[in-house]
């Protein structure tokens, strides 16, 4: 008989391949998997009667800007109610190190928090505050092109020289040396929407040599959505780097039901080159409010306003009316200001999900105060909604969406799969009731169905609440291996 701390007893397991599932007992001793089997015979401090219930890997949030978040609330219930074990930051272009600021805090690097948060002027010591905060998750980053910008740049509407661009490659390099994910960039925002295609090639050279990724918020992602994908494409190609295209969607009314010829521009990439996508669950996005983006014809929420705080939950429409003002002009007045835009067609965002090449992110906004539903929900809408009860996709490669695909893309050693010898990253949840509840109307909402969550063998949450033991760490990256 062997000994182990706790003992899972009869799981229907998903081990993270896209298998079948097999009821099996799964044991863990210390922060791995210690051993599986048919039928275990363990001496375990705690045993758990699996039988009804799915045990998988835990769910690694590929889409996230929990950067100051994990530390300022390391309990990350929004992700942990959720199943999520592991999640990665420093997406969009926005990073919350390296930074020093220069001046005003730039749009939309507010998202992660105010200018007080960004303290971390190295790489090295944003990983040790991780790690100093033992937050409940494991945190994975990117460097952002936007904040490499910010350090380096006296104002961010024009291209960076070449003296810039060199300073920002430095910082980046360091940051890969120990153990940064990537680059990504957010050219949509006007933080980086000057920096030419040059500048990302020269920022994205790197990448190679240290086996990292790029991921992108493109340059758009309404009409000119193909032309922003092309560039994206050729950085990757021009940098000799896989890529990944940043919650990938068909934005604004003028654009809907182009997602058959964007997925198209993908399958035909993805022929000679690395490429893949992320995709919350959801027909709207959520931002910064962005006047390029306000058209009288999309629902558009207001979810902060600096300027007008008591504004937060109202819709755009309701706010101009009641100023009698146009929709742009009351965006105006409300900056700085959060939004959340029903603009997505909800067949394109189907297609886009359904789609082998796209991993599952949330996208969530911890500091919004009424933030998006995907904070506290995507996952388990995934699991739930799309594929139990639309049959969008199986429940097998739903859990591979979430767990060993990108643990290969991202670098992430020994996650994403029930394996010996792995990390004890895992979920214990219900098929047949997992759901989200987290609503527009009602957004911070713990999802239904989520049984047990252990990380790094530390049983987290349970029972639809945490358990207070937080067994997150700060991963450093390792080898990926992408396969198509």
């Not at 922060?31 to 690694?60: K, N």
């Not at 060993?404 to 895992?426: N, V």
Request: charged content about 20%; aromatic content about 6%; proline content about 5%.
């Amino acid at each position: 008989m062997q000994n182990c701390d706790t003992l899972i007893r009869s799981a229907s397991v998903l081990d993270g391949s896209g298998a079948a599932a097999q009821f099996l007992d799964v044991a863990i001793l210390g922060d791995r998997i210690h051993a599986i089997a048919p039928a275990l015979d363990c001496d375990a401090a705690v045993t758990i009667d699996a039988e009804g219930m799915t045990l998988s890997p835990g769910f690694i949030d590929v889409h996230t800007h929990d950067d100051i978040s994990v530390i300022q609330n390391p309990a990350m219930l929004p992700k942990l109610s959720q199943g999520v074990t592991t999640v990665i930051v420093g997406n969009c272009g926005i990073s919350g190190s390296p930074v020093t600021l220069r001046g005003q805090l730039p749009d939309p690097m507010n998202l992660l928090g105010d200018a007080s948060a960004f303290c971390y002027p190295t790489f090295a010591a944003y990983a040790a505050a991780v790690d100093n905060a033992r937050p409940a998750v494991n945190v994975a980053a990117l460097i952002g092109h936007t904040s490499l910008r910010n350090n380096h740049m006296d104002r961010l509407d024009r291209a960076a020289t070449e003296s810039e661009i060199v300073a920002m490659r430095d910082q980046l390099q360091e940051a890969l040396d120990g153990g940064a994910l990537g680059l990504s960039s957010g050219l949509a925002y006007l933080s980086a929407n000057a920096a030419t295609t040059e500048e990302v090639i020269s920022l994205a050279q790197p990448l190679s040599r240290a086996g990292a990724v790029y991921t992108t918020h493109m340059r758009t992602e309404s009409e000119g959505i193909l032309d922003a994908m092309l560039e994206s494409l050729s950085i990757a190609r021009a940098s000799d780097v896989p890529v990944i295209i940043s919650h990938l969607k068909c934005s604004g009314i003028a654009n809907w039901g182009r997602s058959g010829e964007v997925l198209q521009a993908l399958d035909t990439a993805r022929v000679s080159q690395l490429v893949g996508c992320d995709c919350y669950p959801y027909a709207a996005g959520s931002s910064t409010l962005d006047l390029r983006q306000v058209d009288e014809r999309v629902t558009i929420t207001v979810t902060w306003s600096t300027s007008h705080p008591e504004m937060a939950g109202k819709t755009l429409a309701e706010i101009a009316c009641a100023w009698d003002l146009t929709h742009l002009d009351a965006a105006r007045r409300l900056q700085p200001a959060g939004a959340i835009y029903h603009s997505i067609s909800e067949q394109d965002m189907r297609r886009i999900l359904a789609h082998p090449a796209t991993m599952i992110g949330s996208d969530g906004l911890p500091n919004d105060p009424r933030p998006h539903p995907r904070l506290w929900g995507t996952f388990p809408r995934v699991l739930g909604r799309y594929s139990r009860d639309e049959k969008l996709f199986t429940l097998p490669t739903a859990i591979h969406k979430m767990t060993q695909m990108p643990a290969q893309r991202f670098g992430l050693p020994q996650r994403g799969l029930i394996r010996e010898g792995y990390f004890a990253d895992l979920v214990l949840f219900d098929p047949e009731n997992i759901n989200d509840r987290a609503t527009f109307a009602d957004p911070v909402r713990a999802s239904q169905g989520i049984a047990s969550v252990w990380v790094n063998g530390v049983s987290s949450y349970t029972k639809e609440w945490a358990t207070g033991h937080h067994g997150g760490r700060f991963i450093p990256r390792g080898k990926t291996d992408w396969i198509q």
